[in-house]
């Protein structure tokens, strides 16, 4: 299909690839989503639908005044986002945060995409750079992005991609955790979206259990990548072998840390560390470890994993596993309207850019979306004020990151949304505040804040 009626071109059917359709479809552009699943596979996706979570199944925080994630679903919400609608369809318990049903989740996107009269999805692959009678394209091809499609980039820009591990939390079969050792509890009891303050199995370990559970991790027979052993992690995904690696208290410190919990089988005892499974289907039969991101060779996350109390006859749905992302230098890359400066035609989305997270990259995708859109139909749409979430991301990526003298551009990374990206605001003590106003107070009187205002320049923009 060529591209004289202005037909966007959208390469990849993951979380962005998939909201940039549904936004720019909505504005009443005609849409073209081109995912290659099931004709070729990758490495990390397991079904040929549109949006699928190849890792957890949690979009994180879902308050959306004290917390950036948060506020980003809110924003999106706000936008028509066809990924917040479909997970907000499809959520699990999972205290404060939103955590939704995988499959049920995928369907509900790829469903809502074959139906728009203005989306044709096409199952095949575009290989290398697109045709160039594509003159509106936005390539989403997330962190799994083809070698042929990175080499057509760098073939116009002279610039490295950046690369960096993720990885993959095992899943476990529920009937096979004993739940006279386990119990449910959120943390601090705290009920998020469709919970009740019990949406979390937990797994106490003493001190000596522990030590153990350390050991076994740090003498573990792990996957070698050999020539992927100097790609740089991104510390929101650490393997847990890593993590161990930097002391032995750093996992107590990290997804096992033992706090806001009380073990009901021992309620005077503290647990020295604590291993927590969310649930990870509608039916409840399927629990993920949450923060258990591996590279350990698939016999040795059996055994080692055993070794946590209640799981002792762990029957594992998935283990755990790392494939390799790439990203890129976006600050150098890209324009203020994710445009690549060597092709403007071409815009990014999602993971390629240098966000990390699901709503991250669908966000971007949202923005971008809607910027192809504007570019196709004529329209004076411009990326969202820097006060929001999405436009602190966009500006992030696209300048906001600071570069590292010595190291340059290299030294960009793979960002969260948090309010570290925000614009400094104004507030003030609130008139029923008693006491003196400082920490914890005075942090959370700022997040509010911002969120208010994020929330109000949002509205400008939509």
Sequence with gaps: MTNSDQTIHVVGGGLAGSEAAWQAANLGAKVVLHEMRPKRETDAHQ????????CSNSFRSDDHQYNAVGLLHEEMRRCNSIIMQSADKHKLPA??????????????????????PNITIDRNEVAGLPPKDWSNVILATGPLTSPALAEGIQSITNADSLSFFDAIAPIIHKDSINMDIVWA??????????????????????EEQ?????????EGDKTEFKEWEDVPYFDGCLPIEVMAERGRETLRFGPMKPVGLTNPNNPTVKPHAIVQLRQDNALGT?????????????????????LIPG????QFARLGGLHRNTFLNSPELL???????????????????GVEGYVESAGLGLVVG??????????????????????????????????????????????????????PVEFSKPADHVGRWRGPDKAKAKKLAMTTRALVDLEGWI
């Design 185 to 206: 509890q959120s943390r601090y009891d705290k009920a998020g979206p469709g919970g009740t303050g019990a949406d979390y199995l937990n797994c106490p370990m003493d």
């Design 311 to 314: 799981l002792e006859d762990a």
């Design 370 to 423: 809607r910027l192809a859109a504007a570019d196709a139909l004529g329209l004076d749409i411009q990326t969202p004020p820097k006060t929001t979430a999405m436009g602190a991301l966009v500006n992030h990526i696209t300048g906001g990151h600071l570069a590292d003298e010595t190291n340059g551009i290299k030294s960009f990374q793979p960002m969260n949304v948090n309010f570290g990206l925000f614009p």
């Design 47 to 54: 079904t040929d639908g549109l949006a699928e979570l190849v």
């Design 335 to 353: 324009d203020g309207q994710l445009r690549l400066k060597a092709d403007p035609r071409l815009r990014f989305a999602g993971q390629v850019t």
């Design 210 to 218: 522990y030590n153990a559970f350390i050991d076994a991790l740090l």
């Design 286 to 306: 399927l629990w993920n470890m949450v923060g258990f991101q591996t590279k350990l060779k698939y016999g040795a996350q059996a055994d080692i994993f055993r």
């Design 95 to 116: 205290g404060g945060a939103l955590a939704v049903d995988r499959d049920a989740f995928s369907n509900a996107v790829t469903e809502a995409l074959e139906a728009h």
